[in-house]
């Protein structure tokens, strides 16, 4: 029997070997596997690809609403008492038909690919400047702190409406909710900590809704405070929610594959090679690191029926936990999964979910990976890792924390 406990230590989740390891030992020996840990409810762990696939197709019978991340109880506790949710948050993750179809059309079309499209040339010109950057350091950096970071932060604050300025307090405010496991990262171990990071986010978006009422701009904000559904503005917590979402999902998981891609490329050179004799693999080769470096790792679902997987019987009402780089690795379902190809058929990953809730930012994520790399593959004669990197202990997104690079660009 596999330690399945071990899918809540952060430290063993956060590196890449070994959660590698242990969701394979699941995958391969105990795809559904019963997990009671002291701090956490009880859930089903699901680790095989056809399963994940399935569940996340099946919206009415695998629902949302009311456990959709790993939460530690005590936490889950406090945010029914201070919001009346056990996440705290009212956002398109946390609903169900036919609330969350409603909601998610507020923005539907606006991350549809022909509008994402529209935006090549500002994200064009983003990419550049951190490119431009990276050169200017002057041979080596922290690829993460200095520069993966901080693109796709820009990206989505520029599209959302937050000012330059602000995007510090916001980086910081993302890690701080996503990275809570992490000593170095966390505002700190108590409850109140954890809440009192949601209240700056609440605060903040409350001040820019009020803002973009008075003064509409050309902006996801403007979208959001002035969105009717049915008819009706939305609640405060769908709306605030909605501004939280975009905000944090849209910048820690496209950073963490930026540098998780870059990373596979150096580790894997002929990949590289082939990438810059071939400018038109750029997409699918973005879309092969979102596979390869699967940020989010994990999202949940509730059963509304007695269900029956390879045996084990789950009861209406149970929790599963779908483990989404276990399904990318998964030989049944993708062909040689623990290679690294950026020509592969990546139709099949599960990175960015599947079903009803599939994310509703992946044509912007993909675009802003493939941009990066377009930018900065051919302008770069070699780059090596300076030591190994540090990742994020962190058991929902998840990848490298500092990544040091040594590198030289070509002569201009
Ligand atoms: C490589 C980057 C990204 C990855 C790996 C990723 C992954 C995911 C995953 C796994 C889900 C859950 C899907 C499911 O339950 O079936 C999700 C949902 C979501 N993502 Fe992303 N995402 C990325 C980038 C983005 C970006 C750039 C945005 C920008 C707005 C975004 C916004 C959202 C939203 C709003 C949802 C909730 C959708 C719903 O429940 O209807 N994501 N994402």
């Known amino acids: 029997m596999s330690n399945n406990l071990d899918l809540l230590d952060p430290a063993i989740m956060g590196d890449e070997t070994s959660m590698y390891a242990l969701l394979e030992d699941l995958r391969e020996n105990d795809p559904v596997s019963y997990v009671e840990h ?27 609403n009311p456990r959709t991340v790993l939460i530690q109880k005590e936490f889950e506790q406090a945010m029914l008492e201070q919001f009346g949710t056990r996440n705290g948050l009212e ?93 170095s990262q966390s505002r700190g171990e108590e409850v109140e900590d954890g809440l009192a990071v949601l209240m700056d986010f609440f605060n903040y978006f ?51 594959t930026i540098a998780g891609g870059l990373r596979a490329l150096i580790q894997h050179p002929e990949q590289m090679d082939k990438l810059r004799a071939n400018p038109e693999l750029y997409h699918n080769a973005a879309r092969e690191m979102i596979r390869w470096t699967s940020p989010v790792r994990h999202m949940m679902r ?13 009861k209406a009402g149970e929790n599963l936990c779908l483990w989404y780089p276990a399904a990318n690795r998964d030989a049944r379902a993708i062909e040689n999964p623990d290679v690294f190809d950026i020509e592969r058929d990546t139709r099949n990953q599960l990175a960015l979910g599947f079903g009803g809730h599939m994310c509703l930012g992946q044509h912007l994520a993909v675009l802003e990976v493939e941009l990066f790399f377009r930018e900065l593959i051919p302008r770069l004669r070699h780059v090596e890792f300076v030591g190994e990197p540090e990742w994020v202990q962190a058991i929902f997104v998840g990848g490298p924390k500092s990544m040091q690079v040594r590198y030289e660009f070509l002569a201009k």
């Open 38 to 64: 002291p701090d956490y409810q009880p859930f089903w762990s699901i680790t095989r690809h056809e399963d994940i696939k399935f569940i996340s197709q099946n919206n009415e019978r695998f629902l949302n």
């Open 91 to 183: 956002t398109l993750i946390h609903m169900d038909a036919p609330k969350h179809r409603k909601l998610r059309g507020v923005t539907r079309d606006w991350f549809k690919p022909g509008p994402i499209g529209r935006l090549s040339g500002d994200i064009q010109s983003i990419a550049k400047e951190y490119v431009d950057k990276m050169e200017s350091l002057g041979g080596e950096c922290d690829f993460v702190k200095e520069i993966s970071l901080l693109y796709p932060l820009r990206v989505i604050m520029s599209i959302i409406g937050v000012a330059p300025e602000e995007e510090a307090m916001m980086l910081k405010l993302t890690q701080e909710l996503f990275g809570g496991a992490d000593p």
């Open 206 to 256: 409350t001040a820019l809704v009020e803002q973009r009422k008075k003064n509409p701009q050309d902006d996801l904000a403007t979208l959001l405070a002035t969105a009717l559904v049915d008819g009706e503005p939305l609640e405060q917590l769908e709306q605030i929610s909605y501004f939280i979402i975009t905000a944090t999902a849209g910048h820690d998981t496209t950073a963490a």
């Open 302 to 314: 509730t059963t509304t029926q007695d269900e029956e997987f390879h045996g084990q019987t789950i």
